[in-house]
């Protein structure tokens, strides 16, 4: 039995509109997340598209020991916050340690398990135990199937307000790819499937001290997941990528942005009624 996921006031799941989750990867800084917020918000809005902005406060898996990592914690949250009641918008945001839920549940209606920490059960418990829905990426080292693991680990805590999100495959040294049969596979749990596709287009180490993407394929990559029947699209979006404090070769132009979210919102229609 599929299960509508209420955030904010929007109702996400089988049976209802696209969804996009979209913001750039870290936050650099109050003015740089607010100008792209109000970007994302006003074109969402405009293409009645419903809409999560998402950022990090703290990119603890970076390539690079020297490679910026975001405000905190504290700061991170506070920006998030004014993002959310200035633009009446959902926020999302990822956790790397059980210390860090209770602060972020507070702020964010969706809290997100990176993919490197998706067999961490401890951190998986908290964040179900938090209120908030839960938003799991699965990890480039599992199969579909074994994600569901991680989905029960959630579950146990009687919360339902799941999100299973696909972002690749390790594919050999430096290189991810998407295998479509996994968004049905996952779909089969009746939870939203979400396709992350700035970092399944990711090369991860790609670059040596940080990670290489290839944007180009991003709408690609993107209508491909919805007409495979994905409930959300998550997206990384910068207005300028090469000066991206974190994902930049990854990312999608933020004037790119509206185009794509039109096409996608529309395919979106179409294939949602044949399902």
């Known amino acids: 039995m599929p299960h509508l996921v209420r ?70 949250l506070k920006i998030l916050a004014r993002i959310k009641k200035e633009f009446k918008v959902p926020v999302l945001t990822d956790v790397h340690d059980v210390t860090q839920v209770g ?26 135990s938090s209120g908030s829905a839960v938003n799991i990426k699965k990890g480039q080292f599992l199969s579909p199937t074994e994600m569901r693991n991680a989905v029960l680990k959630v579950a146990s805590t009687a919360n339902q307000r799941i999100l299973v999100t696909e972002r690749g495959s390790s594919f050999g040294y430096n290189n991810l790819v998407v295998d479509m049969r996994g968004i049905a596979l996952m779909e089969e749990w009746g939870y939203p499937v979400v396709l992350d596709v700035t970092h399944s287009l990711q090369l991860p180490g790609g670059e040596g001290d940080r990670s290489g993407g290839q944007p180009q394929f991003i709408e690609t990559l993107a209508r491909a997941g919805v007409a ?43 294939v949602r009624k044949l399902s």
């Open 7 to 76: 955030v904010g006031g929007l109702t996400l799941g089988r049976g209802r509109p696209l969804f996009l989750i979209a913001g750039p990867c870290v936050i650099e800084s109050e003015r740089h997340a607010l100008k792209l917020a109000e970007h994302l918000v006003s074109a969402t809005r405009q293409l009645k598209i419903p809409f999560i902005f998402k950022a990090s406060f703290d990119k603890a898996n970076r390539t690079s020991l020297r490679s910026y990592r975001g405000p905190g914690l504290g700061p991170g």
């Open 103 to 128: 602060r972020a549940a507070e702020v964010c209606d969706v809290i997100q398990i990176p993919a490197f920490l998706s067999r961490q059960t401890d951190l998986l418990v908290e964040a179900g």
């Open 228 to 270: 495979a029947g994905v409930d959300g699209i998550f997206m990384e979006v910068h207005d300028n990528p090469p000066r991206a404090l974190s994902d930049g070769a990854n990312a999608l132009k933020l004037i790119r942005f509206e185009p794509l979210a039109r096409k996608l919102r529309d395919l979106g229609r179409f």
